[in-house]
């Protein structure tokens, strides 16, 4: 499946990983899902986004995948927020 939304292409597929061949693959199989998202006019080529992700939740729909995107791109403000709070605990 492949989608556009503001100037993003982004797709997603099903992933099966086996177990490494060094035990011969007697573990359990992973599945999880795969969203790809690739900005398409990004302002210059460094800055381009270019994100694959792997995620346990559904995706079946457009809006399903625009909602693991948006889950990363929360993430950041996630990560600030912890940073701060390893700050504050620091000083007391």
Known sequence: MKFFCFL???????LRILSPKLIDRRGSVLETN??????QEPPSKE????????????????????R???YYQSRWLIE???????MQ???S
């Open 89 to 91: 605990k620091c000083r």
């Open 80 to 86: 600030e927020f912890h940073k701060g709070l390893k």
């Open 68 to 70: 693991i995107i948006e």
């Open 47 to 66: 800055s381009k986004i270019y994100w694959v992700l792997l995620t346990g939740e559904p995706v079946e729909s457009n809006q399903e995948c625009l």
């Open 8 to 14: 993003t292409l982004f797709s997603s597929n099903r």
């Open 34 to 39: 795969v969203v790809v998202a690739e900005e």
